[in-house]
């Protein structure tokens, strides 16, 4: 049974950072894309941050420069270094085996 569980969301202050962790179990995580998407209140999900299994990343524009995804493919785990955050980026952030697999979603929250 394949799981990701995400840790790491809270609430923050505008300009403060937040790591966001993906732990993936049940496949072989090394050979698979993961991504970090985050949903808006009554909207669709859109792509944060990806990574491929041989390390080629992509951002959305609104958070390049600003976060940073990564992969320990000998941990299983995929992170979302979040720095300068805004209220702007405040939504439910989840992690995903791109095209596969979702984690159950961790909510991230930027007062001003």
């Known amino acids: 049974q394949v799981q990701l569980v995400e840790s790491g969301g809270g609430l923050v202050q505008a300009g403060e950072s937040l790591r966001l962790s993906c732990a993936v179990s049940?496949?072989?995580?090394?050979?698979?894309?993961m991504g970090w998407y985050r949903q808006f209140p009554g909207k669709q999900r859109d792509l944060v941050a990806s990574i491929t299994s041989g390390g080629s990343i992509n951002y959305a524009d609104s958070v390049k420069g600003r976060f940073v995804i990564s992969r320990d493919n000998a941990k299983n785990t995929v992170y979302l270094q979040m720095n300068s955050l805004k209220p702007e980026d405040t939504a439910i952030y989840y992690c995903?085996?791109?095209?596969?697999?979702w984690g159950q979603g961790t909510q991230v929250t930027v007062s001003s």
């Open positions: 995903a085996m791109v095209g596969r697999f």
């Open positions: 049940g496949i072989s995580f090394n050979f698979y894309a």
